[in-house]
């Protein structure tokens, strides 16, 4: 063993200038203000060279070290040379390829070596090679303990059976370290099932056992089943811990149950239960996606210590709930913000009708020095559809993609797609779609809603039969896009027969949005009477979108009395909108029932209700210009109507030539 290392440390151990700063510094020289590596030993170490080595931080502290254990022969002993091997792996500041040099130079590693060098990997994620190790102490038939499965179980990718095939051969199978390491490989890799089969036939359950379970169903969205065993866990001798009480609070948020959370918070008051950040802030969340904010707020109030998820969850929570203003004080009130705090504002802007704001946030963001992440190209995206923002989209794009600054995902990509199709770039949402190397199914529902939504309804259903030759199946928001499609193009046979095969083809139960469609669909060419008996036939209580198509039909067809019905329909269920009075005024004033316009008028008196000014909003060198109508509020108004008035003479001397030039063709 001496000669093999001594290859190795030969270089250190000629620089004598590096064993000298060794002698004059030896405790200081490891700073004292950093955190000590993480490799717990049971061993009580006393050796001058060995303690300051728990202090190590960087790898040139590690080599000095080793230089001097070189010198005085203790790196020959097994404990030493575990020691440095294990900082190499195991350590922040470690070297995984020196680990690897260190131990092909050891003669006969023992299986805690053996073990450093699985787990050194799977951290350096090189689980291929971490697994390779496990596999030759199998070939090699090197001793083997708890702990070899556990790590290995970490590192073997797919091949979790194999693994536990050994744990049976080797006799491992009833140890309660190693079948917690089984339960926790097989709900990470949704193996659920398999995970309880481990769980149930456990003889012996402790805590982390409890606990690896509830976490594997609540992180793979099973929160019935996560809480059912919660309760089971309650009933027997086993004392939950504060990462079970984290686990339980994902699986309420995740189910959206207030009850059951407010349970825990009780059962964490009764008991005493030490709250952590991470706890507290679970249970914050909990609230906050569950929509109680009065006592998310009544937690973020009583919180001695916050750190930038305590905060971002607040930010989120008000913004979900639309209540922007209180998003944004929260926001303002951040000591620290990461990208996350950014996005959750972006995206609550963008969510709720304020695109213009989330773009001046999302230039904040930049401006400050902050790189965005995909999420917030996401949610910006989103507001550059909202407000056919195309140049800002198209920068996005060719910046952020195009320069490698952000993978294009398929996430990424159909937000992209969404863009484009929302502000009318059907040319650039077409290639796009087509370079995409990967497809999900909202790709193809937002690039078939693009080509409904701009009337080019035969390449939507073209789209549509592409997708399903693709083995994709729809669903209802794909159904949402045909139909709209059909709508568009008057396809009004392809409609119904669309419709149809929601249930008898793919047994998709028709949604308000697909019957407001096919109402839409029949109202539009004049079938006023079908649409309306379709009305009366949903199962469901009829929304404003059905009520809404048919009223559109009403004016497009002139039906006064079947628009008045609508009307009704519609001021039930929102009696504030200015918009359905203007609707059913307009239409009466086309058939000059003037009596029906006074009447709806003085109800719009009675109500309250005032009609909302029409505005434009238009982008001009990155900034956003709002124009109500007759408005002259603008700085350069005068330059603006005096544009708007040449364009209407030009327009009219147009059509007074045209008007001459058929007069001339007809004599």
């Keep these: 063993m001496k000669s093999r290392f001594h290859s190795l440390f030969s270089a250190q151990t000629h620089r004598p200038q590096v064993l000298h700063s060794l002698h004059q510094r030896p405790i200081s020289s490891p700073s004292t203000n950093k955190p000590k ?100 102490m199998v070939r090699e038939r090197v001793e083997m303990d708890c702990r070899s499965f556990v790590f290995a179980l970490k590192a073997c990718g797919l091949l979790g059976d194999s693994v536990h095939c050994v744990i049976w051969k080797m006799g491992f199978g009833s140890n309660s370290l190693v079948r917690n390491g089984l339960v926790h490989y097989y709900s990470e890799g949704g193996s659920v099932s398999h995970a309880r089969k481990v769980f149930d036939e456990s003889s012996v359950r402790d805590v982390v056992t409890w606990t690896t379970m509830i976490d594997g169903y609540a992180g793979r969205g099973y929160s019935n089943e996560a809480l059912e065993l919660f309760d089971e866990m309650l009933l027997s001798e086993v004392e939950p811990n504060e990462v079970t009480m984290i686990a339980v609070l994902s699986a309420c948020s995740n189910k959206g149950d207030i009850g059951m959370g407010k349970g825990i918070h009780e059962y964490m008051r009764k008991k005493n239960v030490n709250c952590s950040l991470n706890l507290v802030n679970a249970l914050l969340d909990m609230y906050v996606k569950c929509g109680c904010l009065t006592a998310a707020k009544e937690v973020f109030d009583d919180m001695k210590v916050r750190d930038v998820f305590t905060w971002t969850s607040m930010v989120n929570g008000y913004a979900k709930c639309g209540e922007l203003d209180a998003a944004r004080q929260f926001f303002n009130d951040m000591p620290d913000r990461n990208v996350v705090s950014w996005n959750a504002m972006i995206a609550g802007y963008a969510q709720n009708n304020q695109p213009t704001e989330a773009v001046k946030l999302f230039h904040d963001m930049v401006e400050s020095g902050l790189a965005p992440i995909e999420n917030s190209l996401v949610c910006v995206l989103s507001a550059c559809g909202q407000l056919s923002c195309l140049d800002l989209g198209q920068w996005i794009h060719q910046y952020y993609v195009d320069g490698n600054h952000i993978q294009l995902s398929v996430i990424l990509g159909n937000a992209l797609i969404d863009m484009y199709a929302k502000c009318g770039s059907l040319t650039s949402a077409t290639e796009l779609f087509n370079e995409m190397p990967e497809k999900n199914l909202v790709t193809w529902n937002t690039m078939i809603a693009g080509y409904a939504a701009h009337g080019h309804a035969k390449q939507a259903l073209t789209l549509f039969n592409q997708m399903k030759s693709t083995d994709m199946k729809p669903d209802h928001i794909t159904f949402v896009a045909v139909l709209s499609a059909c709508s568009h193009g008057g396809l009004v046979s392809e409609g119904r027969e669309h419709f149809k095969s929601m249930i008898r083809d793919y047994g998709i139960e028709p949604k308000e949005e697909n019957y407001a469609c096919m109402i839409d669909l029949l109202g539009r060419i004049g079938l006023l009477e079908e649409a309306y008996e379709l009305i009366n036939k949903m199962p469901m209580e009829p929304s404003a979108s059905a009520w809404g198509a048919l009223l559109n039909s009403c004016k497009i067809h002139g039906n006064v009395e079947l628009a008045k019905l609508s009307t009704e329909k519609l001021l039930d269920l929102d009696p504030e909108d200015s918009g359905i009075y203007v609707s059913l005024a307009n239409l009466c004033a086309i058939k000059q029932r003037w009596v029906d316009v006074r009447n709806v008028r003085s109800l719009m008196k009675e109500r309250g209700v005032q009609k909302n000014p029409g505005h434009s909003l238009i982008q001009v060198q990155g900034q956003f210009h709002e124009f109500f109508a007759a408005d002259k509020s603008h700085p350069q108004s005068e330059e603006v109507y005096r544009v708007l008035n040449d364009m209407y003479m030009f327009s009219k001397s147009e059509l007074y030539l045209q008007k001459q030039f058929d007069e001339l063709l007809c004599i």
């Design 37 to 136: 590596w993480n490799s717990k030993t049971n061993v009580i170490i006393t050796n001058p060279t060995l303690l300051i080595m728990e202090s190590c931080t960087t790898m040139l502290q590690l080599k000095q070290i080793q230089a001097q254990m070189t010198c005085t022969g203790l790196i020959h002993h097994t404990f030493p040379v575990s020691r440095v091997l294990a900082f190499c792996a195991i350590a922040d500041g470690g070297d995984i390829h020196y680990a690897n040099l260190i131990f092909t130079r050891i003669e006969k590693p023992n299986t805690y070596m053996w073990n450093t060098m699985i787990r050194g990997y799977s951290k350096a994620q090189v689980n291929t090679t971490g697994f390779s190790f496990f596999g030759r």
